[in-house]
């Protein structure tokens, strides 16, 4: 590049900056295209111009650049933060103009949440590659004929696409029609000679990339009795395994689309040498499943127990989330580090805040897998000192391990009932409990009881279902206890079958619109709960009124409809109950609210 031209782009670009921080944004997004246009292959202008077009309120186009940049250098971090948290909020009319390999390397950060990226990488390759044409077929032919093309020469290059590649493995898949077509290229694989398919690289890689799926999606795809019978009578032979046997191998790949692998290797995971497999591609599978378990395992071990687990509904849910921790979350756009404090200021006045100058103490009340409370330590800063408690050993141990990752240190995992909360040495500045208490026997007794390790003056986050808003899903639950379903993982399978057989007009078609209807161990969170109760809006008022709460606000949705409270109604619990008598979905996901304990 010419000197004349490098002066250029410095001055533009230093304009632009200047622009952009002034609140000049169109003069910012001229300065930056100009800069592009000279410089094509700098990461920075694009991000930069993406920051610009973001501020002047054009996210579809700042999307667009954000991959642009990425695509340039796969490890600007800022642009994949950018481009994720554009994604989280607006969906991409025309994906087709995104540049794929920005929107792969943007999987690359697990402080990215990738199941935001997932469905415009899923979306993009519908529309703009040709896996529309696998989806074409199988939509129009059957699932089978689209399989048959992909696992043909014809699909070669859909099976190698990267982004593909990478979205399957990085986040569950949330499209029914990608759904119905990995199941069938499932079935096709299992049913034929592995010297037709996972003899080729590409295919043996693809299959790869489903044993990864369906351990993050819980296997949640439909089991056909045909494979079902071909699966009962598959042995792995670990011998063979040993040996380098290719059929042992061949197998053992098989099955892992249907089953974890250290479920099915037991107790003879200990003499597999992971590195000795062959094909390679598996042992690094095995090596990989065998060392998260063994973690999963030891971690749990060190954890704390505080008191006992011995109400009935306790023991229940735990069992449930022993076996289903919840939710199995891999990444976590991670909030500014102290960056809670600002959004506390929306319901507190400054004065109710101040204890955050100096160290205090958060609990986390049934912090599950612990993406809330890896959030809460980062949001909250290094001064704030977070307890996490949670019944289920399984959920803790998946947390300490996910916040390791993130390198929180101000967060200390403990096994304890809520209803043992008072053997708690602690009081709190803060207490959180979203998505909790309507699992317990007396989701009453449970709030008084953590209202009681609330200093005074604390603040409170709870997150409640309401009843008006899960009427529908009461209702489909009823027709699941007609069936008779115990829950266990065919029922779930069969009863998600049958969901999207009845097709758009079912009752329960609402609920593939639903992230959670597309794993397993989500889908039986959301429908198949062991003990849940809702609760209205006066239920919630009386009680506060009962146990010195008040009440500062609901986390309102984004999408709620016109008409809601605003102003001084944002605090009047009886305008919101009669806004929601009328918009029965306004809290579809769950009442989320802050009070305060006088
Ligand atoms: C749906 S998960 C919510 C997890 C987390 N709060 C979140 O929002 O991601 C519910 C969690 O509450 C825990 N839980 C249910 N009853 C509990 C109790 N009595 N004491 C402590 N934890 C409980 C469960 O074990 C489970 O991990």
């Not at 940049?69 to 800022?78: C, E, F, V």
């Not at 079935?187 to 398919?197: G, I, R």
């Not at 973690?295 to 749990?300: C, G, L, N, Q, S």
């Not at 986050?461 to 069936?483: E, P």
């Amino acid at each position: 590049m010419k000197n004349a031209d490098i002066k250029m782009i410095k001055v533009t670009q230093e304009k632009g900056i200047a622009a952009l921080q002034s609140g000049d944004f169109a003069t910012a997004v001229s300065c930056f295209q100009a800069a592009g246009e000279v410089e094509p292959g700098n990461a920075v202008i694009p991000y930069n111009l993406a920051q610009a077009l973001d501020a002047s309120g054009r996210p579809g186009e700042a999307i667009i650049q954000a991959t642009n940049a990425l695509a340039r250098d796969r490890a600007l971090h800022p642009a994949a933060r950018l481009l994720t948290r554009l994604l989280s909020h607006f969906r991409l009319r025309n994906p087709c103009s995104i540049d794929p390999a920005g929107l792969c390397a943007a999987f690359g950060f697990i402080d990215v949440d990738h199941q935001v990226l997932g469905p415009t990488a899923l979306t993009y390759l519908k529309q703009c590659t040709a896996l529309g044409d696998a989806l074409f077929l199988g939509g129009t032919k059957g699932w089978n004929s689209g399989a048959r093309w992909l696992l043909s020469s014809k699909g070669k290059a859909v099976l190698r696409d990267p982004l593909l590649r990478t979205a399957l493995c990085a986040a569950a898949n949330t499209d029914l029609d990608i759904e119905c077509l990995l199941t069938a290229v499932r079935k096709a694989l299992l049913m034929s000679s592995p010297k037709d398919t996972l003899r080729k690289a590409h295919i043996l890689e693809f299959a790869c990339v489903l044993v990864r799926q369906g351990e993050i999606n819980e296997y949640v795809f439909a089991v056909s009795g045909e494979e079902q019978n071909r699966l009962d009578g598959m042995f792995i032979n670990m011998q063979g395994l040993r040996d380098g046997s290719r059929a042992a191998a061949d197998s053992l790949l098989l099955k892992a689309l249907y089953y974890p692998l250290w479920y099915l290797l037991g107790e003879n995971a200990r003499d597999i040498d992971g590195r000795q497999i062959r094909p390679k591609a598996l042992g690094d599978l095995i090596t990989t499943q065998m060392a998260e378990k063994a973690a999963a395992v030891e971690t749990a071990q060190k954890i704390e127990a505080l008191g006992t687990i011995g109400d009935e509904t306790s023991r229940n849910v735990a069992r449930l989330y022993e076996e289903s921790p919840y939710p199995r979350w891999l990444s976590l756009q991670t909030p500014a580090e102290g960056g809670h404090r600002d959004q506390l200021s929306q319901y507190f006045p400054e004065n109710d805040l101040t204890f955050m100058d100096t160290p205090f103490k958060v609990l986390i009340a049934g912090s599950g897998t612990g993406q809330q409370a890896t959030d809460a330590a980062i949001g909250y800063g290094p001064k704030a000192a977070i307890t996490a408690i949670d019944i289920s050993l399984a959920s803790l141990a998946y947390a300490k391990r996910m916040a390791g990752r993130f390198g929180v240190e101000n967060l200390h995992f403990m096994q304890c009932d809520i209803l043992n909360a008072s053997l708690l040495e602690d009081t709190f500045d803060i207490i959180e409990c979203v998505g909790v208490l309507h699992h317990m026997g007396d989701p009453q007794n449970g709030w008084k009881i953590l209202g009681e390790r609330l200093r005074a003056g604390g603040l409170m986050k709870i997150g409640l279902y309401s009843r008006a808003a899960r009427r529908t899903i009461a209702s489909l639950r009823d027709d699941i206890q007609v069936r008779n379903s115990c829950g266990d993982e065919p029922s779930i399978r069969a009863y998600r079958q049958d969901i999207i057989a009845q097709g758009d007009r079912g009752k329960g078609a609402f609920l593939r619109q639903s992230a959670d209807f597309y794993t397993l161990g989500n889908f039986r969170d959301l429908m198949f709960h062991v003990s849940e109760q809702h609760l209205a809006i006066p239920d919630m008022a009386d009680f506060m009124a009962d146990n010195g709460l008040t009440f500062q606000g609901f986390q309102v949705p984004p999408d709620i409809d016109e008409g809601a409270p605003d102003g001084e109604g944002l605090r009047d619990l009886g305008r919101w109950h009669e806004f929601e008598c009328v918009h029965k979905d306004t809290f579809k996901g769950m009442y989320v609210f802050w009070c305060r304990k006088e």
